[in-house]
């Protein structure tokens, strides 16, 4: 039979919930981030007014439904 000290298993357990808890965290933070760059792939942004929309898939060069300029399609830069 092992023989542990109160204090290690402790220290034991402390760490395996540290460890188990960080693993959830960064798959959180994995999944949000993932999301949030599925969700930002087909939209643009207006070069005049700034307005965000999502435009035809067609089309390379479109018309804001705000302002109604002529916009290109350009990937959306992180911020």
Do not use: D
Request: one cysteine or more.
């Amino acid at each position: 039979m092992f023989h542990i000290s109160m204090a290690t298993l402790i220290c034991l357990y402390l760490a395996a919930l540290s460890i188990s808890l960080m693993a959830i965290w960064l798959g959180v933070v994995a999944m949000r981030t993932r999301r949030e760059g599925n969700s930002r792939k087909g939209i643009s942004l207006c070069r005049i007014c700034g307005f965000a929309f999502r435009p035809p898939e067609s089309q390379s060069v479109f018309r804001c439904p705000q302002c109604e300029s002529l916009n290109e399609r350009k990937r959306l830069r992180e911020i």
